[in-house]
């Protein structure tokens, strides 16, 4: 939307106002029906809005060849991602004797949630060692994963905290030109621009920042900010400190990475 202004001959305004807004989603398979309970698989059931279906179920075969297939859901899905895009813009144009000025700064608002996570439903690992002839040692081909599959006898997994990450951030720009006629045979064309962006932060206290210097866990402020870490946090970590609601939400302090999520920390 644009609104455009003559305040006299050698004045005018500009005013624009934009949004745009991008959604792609994609879901695995049964998103809506939760097997786990239909399988009576116990324990923490991470069923939810889209976040059906199985886990992923690895059939880990070291013979060549690959016996089985893995069956359940993908990794990564489901995956919701929005961009929203605010932009606010201004300009003005002044000509004044041998000069066309033009002057300008832009606002934008970048709003980017998601939901794409790597183990929304869990997955699991079983391989054939686990039921090989004991003296036929590891990495023989005398046990199968299938068999580990069916006496429940699991090699690993892992599952991943199912949060909707709310990523925002702020830009500014700012400009200045100037197109000044010389001579007749002559014109000069000057101009700036500066951009600024903000960091990256999460709206609402979702994300953390891990800092090896201190081996703290930072968390900033927001309305989930005293959410619950994964189960396992503390016995896994019995070193690292957690620091809840630190500073705004861009914790972005040096030598940092981002910490993860999953519950198999």
């Known amino acids: 939307m644009s609104y455009t202004r003559v305040w006299k001959p050698s004045i005018i305004s500009e005013t624009r106002v934009g949004f745009s807004r991008l959604v792609t989603s994609r ?31 690895h059939f880990n075969d070291t013979t060549d060849t690959q016996r089985y297939s893995q069956i359940g859901a993908n990794d990564w899905l489901p995956s919701k991602e ?3 895009v605010w932009d606010f813009i201004q300009n003005v144009a ?3 004797g041998g000069h066309a000025l033009k002057f300008g700064g832009e606002y934008r ?3 980017l949630p998601f939901f ?3 183990y929304p439903h869990g997955e699991l690992n079983l391989n054939q060692n686990d039921t090989a002839l004991p003296q036929v040692g590891p990495n023989a081909s005398s046990g199968d994963p299938m068999a580990s599959f069916l006496l429940g006898v699991v090699n690993g997994g892992q599952i991943s905290t ?13 400009y200045g030109q100037d197109d000044w006629k010389v001579t007749p045979k002559l014109t000069v064309s000057l101009g700036l621009r500066y951009e600024l962006f903000s960091p990256f932060d999460e709206r609402f206290g979702r994300q953390s920042n891990f800092v090896f210097d201190n081996l703290t866990l930072y968390v900033p402020k ?17 070193n690292v400190k957690v620091s809840l609601a630190a500073a705004g939400p861009m914790v972005t302090p040096v030598s940092t990475i981002i910490f993860g999520s999953e519950a198999t920390l």
């Open 27 to 57: 879901v695995g398979a049964n998103p809506n029906t939760d097997e786990f309970k239909a399988l009576g698989i116990g324990g923490y059931d991470p069923v939810g809005a889209l976040n059906g279906g199985l886990p992923q179920i």
């Open 94 to 96: 002044i000509n004044k």
């Open 222 to 238: 927001g309305k989930d900010q005293n959410a619950a870490l994964p189960p396992n946090f503390a016995t896994a970590f019995p």
């Open 116 to 118: 794409q996570v790597p």
């Open 162 to 174: 199912t949060n909707f990450i709310s990523t925002q951030k702020i830009g500014w720009a700012f």
């Open 82 to 84: 929005f961009s929203n």
């Open 109 to 111: 608002i970048i709003k």
